[in-house]
């Protein structure tokens, strides 16, 4: 057996040196040569390291497959890499250059964007700048509502034109915006509620129901008092709204300053488990406190905006309670302590803030719109003339 297997190696090693005499360039993937030279070299590895088994059969077969891809990497011709084209896909990599990063984001459309309070702007690109002066002119609004009327009244039969015009309009606008007290919100001192923005809301709100006014037979002939009580009718709806928008975002910066007092109270005491259950435990006695006064608010016709003034109350009332309901003897006590006085402080002390401010009766009491900086206490909001400005005036 041995002198078989050194006939076969030798033989095998003959047949190699006969197969690259002659062929000094490096075998090339894929051609016949290659794959016979690669196949001849597995033999030999076979034989020297596997020997001849039974059946005159390899036992190194499975070394052939990596020995033929192991030549053919060695032969494959290196390719040149340029060393710029490197950098730059290392760059790509990591954080983008400021104007690719600008580039990207002018790129992102955003609509219906709140840039301040009061203040509802649609940019059509993040990065460029864009005019809000739109959001301000109404009497550009108040000349597309007589050239709606006009339109209608060139298309009907009878020419006979109506009493709509810029005037009337405009003059109708200010008695509107009197009587639905909205020079309340204009005088807010930081919330942008201007009387310009505040004049388009209410005219955006008559132009959704412009059809009612022209639909039916009048021809385009919609008469100046129709018109005049719709705008009356939308200044009031914009009231209410702008009422209850405010009444929530100052309930939300009552919770929010709910959980400042917390941390100036404990600062890292307050552990993740806290912070992320601070939020659901304050709504809930919150609306503990607010339920006895539900029916009253159900037939109030702000009774959104009350809810949301309640909520605001109460958070205002927790938050000066800050430290009786989370302390301990030692530092800060468990969460299922919390929530027990947080319970206990609404349904008690925080109700009686409630009852001092809506009162006790069948309904509530008259409100009045609040600036956000305003703060709840026992006897009532914590108002000062520094919360306001001076309404601006019209001519």
């Known amino acids: 057996m041995s002198k078989l297997r050194s006939s076969v190696t030798w033989a095998s090693a003959a047949l190699i040196a006969v197969a690259y005499i002659g062929r000094p360039e490096p075998v090339q993937a894929g051609r016949l040569g290659g794959f016979g030279a690669g196949f001849i070299a597995g033999g030999v590895a076979g034989a020297l390291l596997g020997g001849v088994g039974r059946g005159g059969k390899y036992r190194g077969e499975s070394r052939r497959g990596r020995h033929h891809r192991e030549t053919t990497r060695e032969a494959r011709p290196r390719e040149h890499r340029d060393p710029e084209a490197t950098k730059e896909v290392v760059a790509s990599l990591g954080a983008l250059s400021g ?31 864009v005019s809000n002066d739109d959001g301000r002119d109404y009497t550009k609004k108040i000349t597309s509502i ?27 606008l200010d008695r509107a915006f009197k009587n639905a007290k909205l020079d309340t919100f204009e005088s807010f001192l930081g919330e942008n509620w201007s009387a310009e923005r505040l004049r388009v809301m209410v005219i955006e709100r008559v132009e959704v129901e412009l059809p009612r006014l022209s639909n039916g037979n009048n021809q385009g002939n919609t008469p100046m008092e129709a018109l005049d009580r719709l705008i009356q009718r939308a200044a009031e709806s914009v009231y209410r709204r702008i009422f209850e928008t405010s009444e929530l975002l100052a309930a939300n910066r009552g919770s929010a300053l709910f959980v ?41 016709e702000n009774g959104f905006a009350l809810r949301y003034r309640a909520q605001r109350i109460v958070f205002d009332c927790l938050s000066e309670h800050v430290v009786k309901i989370t302390s301990s003897e030692t530092a800060i006590a468990t969460p299922q302590d919390i929530e027990r006085r947080l319970l206990d402080t609404s349904t008690s002390t925080c109700v009686s803030w409630l009852e001092y401010q809506f009162g006790t009766g069948d309904a509530i009491n008259p409100q009045k719109p609040m600036p956000l900086r305003v703060v709840w206490s026992e006897k009532g909001p914590k108002d000062d003339a520094s919360m306001y400005g001076r309404a601006g005036g019209s001519f």
């Open 99 to 129: 104007p690719e990063q600008v580039e990207i984001l002018a790129r992102i459309n955003q609509t219906e964007v709140v840039k301040v309070v009061g203040t509802t702007k649609a940019l059509d690109e993040v990065g460029k700048t």
């Open 146 to 172: 007589v050239g709606y009327f006009k339109s209608l009244a060139d298309k009907a039969d009878d020419k006979a034109r109506g009493d709509i015009t810029e005037h009337a309009i405009e003059q109708s």
């Open 260 to 300: 400042q007092r917390l941390y100036q109270t404990h600062g890292r005491l307050v552990d993740s488990q806290l912070r992320e259950i601070t939020d659901r435990l304050i709504t809930q006695a919150s609306n503990a406190a607010v339920a006895k006064f539900e029916p009253q608010m159900r037939r109030d």
